[in-house]
């Protein structure tokens, strides 16, 4: 039972473009989304995240943006840097709930 | 650097072995949790410990025994694995149970391997 959905194993973009990672969920009751990053040998790195009640949250070169009725969220990166090379993570999980479900993965190479 | 340390980095054992992992936070945080991963899969949830409490086991088997020894300490006791066992375990901590809107902090895990 797979609640968080990522459905592009990868994606490479060319340095200085925008990258573009997307995740699907299942559970409405979700109400508070992250983005991790992972570098090979590292754990999972919070990276960004959004509230339900929100439907922009940008931090720097990275935004998160929510679509509550598709059940949708994206990660832009802009511009996408090389360092930016690794597997995304989409997480979710209801607050006031330990429980948070994580998608497969994205992983992103950026070329120089 | 991570404020999750987690030892062995990387542990061998035959399926017959007994054998702990351990995690250690120091950031004062009262929830702690074991994930468990395996290649190209997303990391699934093990147990939460809350306050020192076993407060979720997502049905593991017990051949997996976690131990909270106090709020900055979290173990997981592995006895009898079997081959299939073999994945990378993550440490996680968060500021208390059920943060809201907190993310976790994960650990840089421990790659077992499982002959």
Redesign the interface.
Known sequence: D?Q?KQNS?SLSVQEGRISILNCDYTNSMFD?F?W?KKYP??????LI?I?SIKDKNEDGRFTVFLNKSAKHLSLHIVPSQPGDSAVY?CAAKE???????????TRLTVKP | D?E?T?TPKHLVMGMTNKKSLKCEQHMGHR?M?WYKQKA??????MF?Y?YEKL??NESVPSRFSPECPNSSLLNLHLHALQPEDSALY?C?S?PS??S??S???????TRLTVT
């Open positions: 797979q968080v194993p508070y992250l991790y040998a590292e754990g999972p790195t919070f995240s509230s993570f607050n006031n709930n330990n429980d948070m479900r994580f998608g497969a993965g | 991570t999750v987690q929830a949790y190209k899969k997303p990391p699934e949830l939460v809350s407060s979720i993550l996680a968060s149970p059920g809201y809107n993310p976790l902090h994960f650990g840089n895990g």
